[in-house]
């Protein structure tokens, strides 16, 4: 079966304090992993897509990787504005259509 | 969410009624999705739309039947609500490369 887990659950940090988020997957074949940040009471966010083992992206305080079993967002410096609560998902090759498996994400706050 | 529009925001229902949750892109992407989110569950499938005219279950679709209609508008409609349904709705659309794109979302509470 296909699945996603996050970790931790919940993190909190000082801004400035950098750290990563954690996602690791099982799925029979990876089409895609894909991270989105959601702000409370709005709809995810699209942040990245990865597609091979050893691909990174960056998008301003945001890092993401991906190795064959996990995916890491690193956040560097992080401010306030970054608190929210992070979403990975994949997208399976055995998944019907094109539709998405997500874990059920890391809330982070950063305090100033 | 610019791009998705979902209607509407908020709803209360009482046990055993009906209603239609509507979802309507702006562009011509083929795929639509609709997703419920429930604290400690995440995000789960509950109908996929690949193209006009077709749609297919996810991964919780038991009491919800949904309607493609045209490529723009992808319905979601409970015909006889039941409070295991109280959930915040999302309606998504986009393929593999350009992303998934969500709407705001319908939160709906059955009492």
């Known amino acids: 079966e296909d699945q996603v887990t996050q970790s931790p659950e919940a993190l909190r940090l000082q801004e400035g304090e950098s750290s990563s988020l954690n996602c690791s997957y099982t799925v029979s074949g990876l089409r895609g992993l894909f991270w989105y940040r959601q702000d409370p009471g709005k709809g995810p966010e699209f942040l990245f897509t990865?597609?091979?083992a050893g691909e990174e992206k960056e998008k301003e305080r945001l890092k993401a990787t991906l190795t064959k079993k996990e995916s890491f967002l690193h956040i560097t410096a992080p401010k306030p504005e970054d608190s929210a609560t992070y979403l990975c998902a994949v997208q399976a090759v055995n998944q019907a259509g094109t539709a998405l498996i997500f874990g059920k994400g890391t809330t982070l706050s950063v305090s100033s | 969410n610019a791009g998705v529009t979902q209607t509407p925001k908020f709803q209360v229902l009482k046990t055993g009624q009906s209603m239609t949750l509507q979802c309507a892109q702006d562009?011509?992407?083929?795929?639509m999705y609709w997703y419920r989110q429930d604290p400690g569950m995440g995000l789960r499938l509950i109908y996929y739309?690949?193209?006009?005219?077709?749609?297919d279950k996810g991964e919780v679709p038991n009491g919800y039947n949904v309607s493609r209609l045209n490529k723009r508008e992808f319905s979601l409609r409970l015909e006889s609500a039941a409070p295991s349904q109280t959930s915040v709705y999302f309606c998504a659309k986009g393929d593999r490369g350009s992303g998934y794109t969500f709407g705001s979302g319908t939160r709906l509470t059955v009492v």
């Open positions: 990865l597609y091979s």
């Open positions: 562009m011509n992407h083929n795929s």
């Open positions: 739309s690949a193209s006009e005219g077709t749609t």
